[in-house]
């Protein structure tokens, strides 16, 4: 998902997507340690995501 994206998002949204890219990270590193995932670069990909809405989620609590 694009920075552009995220920061029109509210913060309930933000961390609906935290969660869904949680569990995706966790299923992606599953399969990757069970060989099974082929495009490995997708871990990095979810990861960045994560880190992004996590930042954008600390500016929403910082604000109020």
């Not at 992606?28 to 990095?44: G, W, Y």
């Not at 979810?46 to 929403?60: C, E, H, N, P, Q």
């Amino acid at each position: 998902m694009s920075w552009e994206d995220l920061k029109n998002k509210n913060a309930t949204e933000l961390a609906e997507l935290l969660s869904e890219n949680s569990n995706e990270l966790r299923s992606l590193e599953f399969q990757a340690h069970s060989r099974q995932l082929k495009q490995v670069n997708k871990i990095n990909l979810v990861k960045k995501t994560i880190a992004r809405i996590s930042m954008l989620l600390a500016g929403f609590s910082k604000k109020k």
